[in-house]
């Protein structure tokens, strides 16, 4: 049986502190997960050790180095919890980090690529969000936001709603 390869983009939001239920769930699903983590997700909500020795594989933050191990070919992307900055740098092109670089070029190349948002309702109700997530659609990339995805909270309370983080839904999307 041909391995399945997911990569699980993380970027810096709370449900970041939990992503061992992503990667449980996808393994589960006989997924191996390969996670690709912004700055931010690295500096303020990710155990590195922890992630690696549950995925058996390094976390890649940035670009590969001569001599370390290319990425293998993924099957399906995950990006989750996407946030607001990364919605709308995707979206407007902007390739100024390792992941955005990654979901340019896995857009384009046609993989299917399933986003989580977690932004609160004030971010929600901006319509730079909107535009950004149109465009993502029509790019063929499924934004699972608004009634059947991610439902956003009032500002100031994402630590309450990070229990009900719907990972399985971006699992769901790319199966």
């Keep these: 049986m041909t391995e399945r390869v997911l990569y699980l983009m993380i970027c810096g939001a709370g449900p970041a502190d939990q992503v061992e239920v992503a990667i449980s769930l996808a393994q589960d699903r006989g997924w191996s997960v390969y996670c690709v983590a912004t700055p931010a997700a690295v500096e303020h909500f990710l155990d590195l050790a922890k992630v690696e020795h549950l995925t058996g594989h390094p976390v890649r933050t940035g670009y590969q180095r001569q001599g370390q191990a290319a990425l293998p070919r993924a099957d399906a992307v995950v990006v989750a919890p996407a946030t607001y900055n990364t919605i709308n740098k995707w979206a407007a092109g902007t390739a100024d980090t390792y992941v955005l670089t990654q979901l340019a070029e896995l857009t384009g190349l046609g ?65």
Excluded: Q
Excluded at 138 to 159: M, Q, Y
């Design 111 to 175: 993989v299917p690529i399933a986003v989580l948002p977690f932004v609160n309702t004030a971010l929600a109700a901006n319509p730079v969000l909107h535009r950004s997530i149109d465009a993502l659609r029509a790019s063929g990339v499924r934004v699972l936001f608004g009634e059947d995805g991610f439902r956003p909270h009032p500002p100031r309370t994402g630590g309450s709603v990070l229990a009900d983080y719907p990972w399985h839904l971006a699992l769901d999307a790319v199966e």
